[in-house]
Structure formats: structure tokens, C-alpha cells
């Protein structure tokens, strides 16, 4: 992404020391990596990228049925 720069914020404490508490909880040391994830989510930094991923997968299948009247494909199912 680039050059890394150091910052001071100002946030409030309890929110803060829920935030680092959930972190510690699902084992996550570097809280610069989450705050930097969070930034590049809200200003949507690589959505181009994940849209063509989604694009490029199968979105949709097929569904053929299986007869016309399928009341009669199903008794063929339960009856075998």
C-alpha cells in the first residue's frame, strides 16, 4: 500500500478498552493491522478487486427441472 505513518487519535475510553478487549479475545496483537483494515473498508479500498471475483465466479446455476409435472418424478423417487 505504501509508506506507514505514526498518528495520535482521540477516542473514547471505555470504547477504546472494549475495542482492545475484543481484540485480545480473538487473539489479535496488532491493533494498527485491524485499525488499518477498517480504514480500507470504510473507504472501500479494494472493492474493484473482490467485484471482479464475484463476477468472475459462477453466481447462478442452472436448475433444469426435472419433469413437467414434478408430483410424478417425485412418486418415482419414493417409490424406488
Given at each position: ?80
Amino acid at each position: 500500500m505504501g509508506e506507514k505513518v505514526k498518528t495520535t487519535i482521540v477516542v473514547d475510553r471505555d470504547l477504546w478498552s472494549k475495542f482492545k478487549a475484543k481484540l485480545l479475545e480473538e487473539g489479535v496483537d496488532e491493533v494498527s493491522g485491524v485499525i488499518e483494515r477498517l480504514i480500507k473498508e470504510e473507504l472501500m479500498l479494494g472493492i474493484d478487486s473482490a467485484l471482479v471475483r464475484l463476477i468472475e465466479s459462477e453466481l447462478v446455476q442452472v436448475v433444469e427441472p426435472l419433469s413437467p409435472w414434478p408430483g410424478l418424478q417425485l412418486r418415482k423417487l419414493l417409490e424406488s
